[in-house]
């Protein structure tokens, strides 16, 4: 294994640690509050995990700006994850499966 491959599975594991416990905290802030406000607001955040919470979040602007910026920048996070992987996973597994065939 070479150094690249390290810092890339490192970022990417804190990226999702990062931005899952973001979106995790967020989600479970605004569920709640989402509830004491109709079933309408609670059924929409229940149904669309990061949408319902966002749109009610939203709603509820001066309350929750904290909350709202919490969870765009964990779903933020989370796709700059699945970008990474998208664009620099098949080269990195092409050169693990080299440095295979090479030693075997």
Request: glycine share 6%; no cysteine; net charge positive.
């Given at each position: 294994m070479d150094i690249w491959f390290t810092l890339f599975v490192m970022l990417a594991a804190l990226l999702v640690a990062v931005g899952?416990?973001?979106l995790?905290?967020?989600?479970?802030?605004?569920?709640?509050?989402?509830f004491e406000?109709?079933?309408?607001?609670?059924?929409l955040a229940l149904v669309l995990p990061v949408l319902g919470p966002w749109l009610?979040?939203?709603?509820?602007?001066?309350?929750?700006?904290?909350?709202?910026?919490?969870l765009i920048a964990g779903f933020v996070m989370?796709?700059?994850?699945?970008?990474?992987?998208?664009?620099?996973?098949?080269?990195f597994?092409?050169?693990?499966?080299a440095t295979i065939k090479i030693s075997a």
């Open positions: 899952g416990a973001l995790l905290v967020s989600y479970l802030q605004l569920l709640p509050a989402s406000h109709g079933w309408r607001s609670f059924a009610f979040a939203r709603s509820q602007k001066p309350k929750y700006s904290r909350v709202e910026i919490q989370v796709l700059v994850v699945v970008v990474m992987l998208l664009l620099f996973g098949p080269y597994v092409e050169r693990l499966i």
